[in-house]
């Protein structure tokens, strides 16, 4: 590539038909091209060779086209096409210099690369100067006739070309006045448009529908330089705002963008090259789509790596961001308005397809931060109205009252957040996030719901428990005709009084109607549930209930005193009485009576159980226990079934027999203690028998001192040992508990005997005889009550 001040210029395509792909990138850069948009203009010139088209362009556009040394001979100077700007001209002009025709060269027969880089020129030019010699106008076998015969002929390759200004150069003018060569010109043209083959559609198009012909003549650069320069700075003046209305330059509607003449010119030769016809609107539409994405690839990347973006998308990261679509619109909008600003002069609809593409590509990249900025949204709000929602209820505010306003307060909050991550670019809805808030909501609510139901269920079933609990086993326990009856108002009053108070604490929730009536059955039903389950824990003690009831009737009188079995008793009707009572408590536990059902099952038991006629009978009729099941009575009520309650009173009578047995035991103890002299004849028996014995005595006092010795240790073992009172529970039980206790009896006398032989003798005979009654006294008064006993019985 050449410099010179105020110019550049490169070899665009070289001699043997290569692109300089490089070489026109740099020089792009170099006369920043690319920033003129559509304010630029193309100027090409065709001519013989050696016919100083190189000198009329530097002369007339100040470029630096190598020129040929007139010293050294004709020959080629120029090869290929060579490509300079303008110095000084505005808009922006670019001058193509084309290899000349008819050089010797090439030859004759070598006019591809002619027809290819004139067929080039008019694709991409503006303004063709065709250089010509004057002598040539008018003349049949003028050489420039092969020339316009190629530039008509290469104009019908091209599909629907834009019209192009064809200025004629009539070089080294002579005397004859340009309004003469004019007509003659024209003349000249119009023959040989007429005689070039014309495709179909264009056999009667008049030349004017494709070229603006302009015509202009300039004096011998060689004879007349310094009239020649004048002229040239005339005719620079008309490239001046050429493409201007008005302007020099021809149609303006097929014009490549600037940042896109590269690309479009090496795609036009390689079409060119490939010797096929050139669809100009369609390579139009191709160079902007391929630019077009170029830009859009480019804008997106430096989107990718911009600061503010990937600052931004950080934050997101991190947690909610506040102005999140505002900064994301106003960064997408200025990766936006960079691409409209290269792409502007493209194809409208190419630009408008790809920024589209452009734009979604962005979306899509973006959507994922925008996606986790709705997250965070959405999470905050329900972390909002969880802690709103638990405070307010803590606070005593009403379940269905601090739900409904918190959902609204925080729903409100969540569109105006949500409005704030909105991006201009993007018609993005919000409504799936916002659903899913509504529902993390509801199954929150839900869930306190449903915990601050199961609390005041169970509160009120702690209560119904507390309520019934004790008070129904305390009933049970004492059971009589009215136990169920006392039971059953209990019920009642406590469940009314729970479920009126639980139905006014379930409007405070939000719930159905159907919900609430069976969350208010469950609790009637609890009630009933705690009365039955106490009623089977009583049934599984019934036994021990009625001995216990048993054992109180038949061990207390009336005035519930311990009955003294002294053998006057009817134990016969106490024992009858007892069991009837125990009885009674039986048939009480063996239903559930908490309804109006009436049964016969008391008078059952009673006739099957304490009829002694019974076992008689259910010889020849069938038991009325023998069953698993009582009649009129379900087996949801049944607390103890007729086979179990006979089984129960057999277990209860043998265990009860024991303590009848002892009373009867202890009433004949008492006849035997009551009676303790031997029958009359016995003692007169022992009178006749016993005489000779007593008549001994009397003569032999020393037996009364060992009779009287030997009846204080009688008496004193009989106090120690309360003989009386141990057969009182019977002989064989008397008999084993003063075997036991006998020998310690009898060592802990003999210890006080010789505690009393070691005593120091008085000084005063006299004081033995007090001490020795007083030793009596105290060995006849260890057992006072005996003692009475015996002195009244004397």
């Not at 003449?261 to 010797?275: G, H, L, P, T, Y």
Request: charged residues 25%; contains cysteine; negative net charge.
């Amino acid at each position: 590539m050449d410099k010179s001040e105020g110019c550049c210029s490169v070899q665009l395509i070289d001699g043997d038909g290569v692109y300089n792909v490089s070489g026109i990138d740099h020089f792009i850069k170099e006369v920043k091209l690319g920033e003129c948009g559509l304010s630029y203009a193309v100027v090409s010139i065709m001519g013989p060779q050696s016919s100083g088209k190189s000198t009329l362009l530097n002369s007339l556009f100040g470029t630096n086209f190598m020129e040929m040394d007139a010293f050294k001979g004709r020959s080629q100077t120029t090869k290929g096409i060579w490509l300079a700007r303008c110095a000084g001209i505005e808009p922006c002009t670019l001058v193509m210099d084309l290899e000349g025709t008819d050089g010797r060269e090439r030859g004759e027969d070598d006019t591809a690369f002619e027809k290819q880089s004139a067929l080039f020129a008019l694709a991409i030019s503006d303004i063709v100067l065709i250089n010509m010699w004057c002598h040539d106008i008018g003349r049949e076998q003028a050489a420039n006739k092969p020339l316009l015969k190629t530039v008509f002929q290469v104009m019908m390759r091209l599909f629907s070309p834009r019209k192009t200004t064809m200025l004629f150069v009539i070089r080294d003018k002579t005397r004859t006045p340009l309004e003469n060569l004019e007509p003659v010109l024209r003349e000249d043209i119009q023959k040989i448009w007429d005689s070039v083959p014309k495709p179909e559609a264009h056999k009667e198009t008049p030349m004017s529908d494709f070229f603006n012909v302009e015509v202009v003549a300039l004096s011998s650069y060689e004879e007349k330089e310094e009239q020649f320069k004048e002229q040239v700075a005339s005719l620079r003046q008309r490239f001046m705002h050429s493409i201007a209305p008005g302007g020099l330059a021809g149609d303006r509607r097929g014009v490549i963008p600037a940042s896109g003449f590269a690309f479009s010119a090496d795609q036009i030769w390689r079409v060119i090259k490939e010797n096929k016809d050139l669809d100009l609107p369609a390579h139009k539409v191709m160079v902007a789509t391929v630019r077009c994405e170029e830009i859009a690839n480019e804008k997106f990347s430096h989107f990718i790596s911009n600061e503010d973006w990937r600052k931004l998308d950080e934050e997101v990261q991190a947690g909610a961001v506040s102005g999140f679509g505002k900064r994301l619109t106003s960064i997408l909008g200025s990766c936006l308005s960079e691409y409209d600003g290269e792409a502007t002069f493209f194809d409208e609809g190419v630009r408008s397809s790809k920024r589209h593409q452009l734009q979604e590509k962005l979306l899509q990249l973006v959507n994922p931060a925008f996606q986790d900025v709705l997250g965070h949204i959405r999470f905050g709000m329900l972390e909002k109205f969880k802690a709103s929602f638990d405070k307010a209820l803590e606070i005593g505010e009403g379940f269905s009252s601090a739900s409904s306003t918190w959902i609204k307060s925080c729903m409100a909050q969540f569109d105006e957040e949500c409005a704030g991550a909105i991006i201009e670019q993007a018609n993005w809805d919000t409504a799936k996030v916002r659903e899913k808030l509504v529902r993390d909501i509801e199954a929150h609510i839900s869930s306190v719901r449903t915990s601050k139901l199961s609390e005041l269920t169970s509160q009120y079933e702690s209560k119904l428990h507390e309520a019934l609990s004790e008070p129904v086993e305390a009933l049970l326990e004492g059971a009589n005709d009215e136990t169920w009856t006392a039971v059953k108002k209990l019920h009642r009053r406590e469940t009314e009084s729970a479920v009126s108070g639980f139905s006014s604490a379930l409007a405070c929730f939000d719930i159905e109607e159907e919900m609430r009536d069976k969350m208010v059955k469950s609790l009637q039903e609890y009630s009933r549930g705690v009365i039955e389950s106490k009623a089977k824990e009583e049934a599984g003690r019934v036994l021990m209930r009625m001995k216990e009831k048993f054992g109180t009737i038949f061990s207390h009188d009336s005035d519930s005193m311990p009955r003294v079995w002294t053998g006057k008793e009817d134990l016969r009707a106490i024992t009858k009485a007892a069991r009837s009572a125990s009885l009674k408590l039986l048939s009480v536990m063996v239903v559930i009576r908490l309804g109006d059902e009436t049964d016969n099952i008391e008078k059952t038991l009673a006739l099957a159980l304490l009829d002694p006629t019974t076992s008689k009978k259910s010889i020849t009729t069938s038991d009325p226990l023998a069953s698993s099941t009582w009649d009129e009575v379900p087996s949801s009520r049944t607390l103890i079934t007729p086979v179990q309650c006979k089984s129960i009173w057999r277990q209860f009578k043998t265990e009860t027999e024991y303590t009848v047995t002892q009373a009867i035991s202890a009433q004949e103890a008492n006849k035997r203690g009551s009676n303790w002299l031997p029958p009359p004849w016995a003692i007169l028996a022992l009178i006749i028998l016993g005489f000779n014995e007593f008549m001994t005595l009397l003569r032999n006092p020393l037996y009364l001192g060992f009779l009287f010795v030997g009846y204080l240790l009688l008496k004193a073992l009989w106090t120690q040992l309360d003989i009386p009172g141990e057969f009182r529970n019977g002989a064989l039980p008397g008999l084993i508990s003063i075997s036991a206790k006998f020998v310690p009896t009898v060592m802990n006398l003999l210890k006080n005997l010789a505690a009393e032989g070691q005593a120091p003798p008085a000084a005063n005979p006299e004081n033995l005889r007090p001490s020795n009654n007083t030793s009596s006294s105290v060995s006849l008064s260890e057992n006072p009550t005996e003692h009475k006993g015996a002195s009244k019985t004397d």
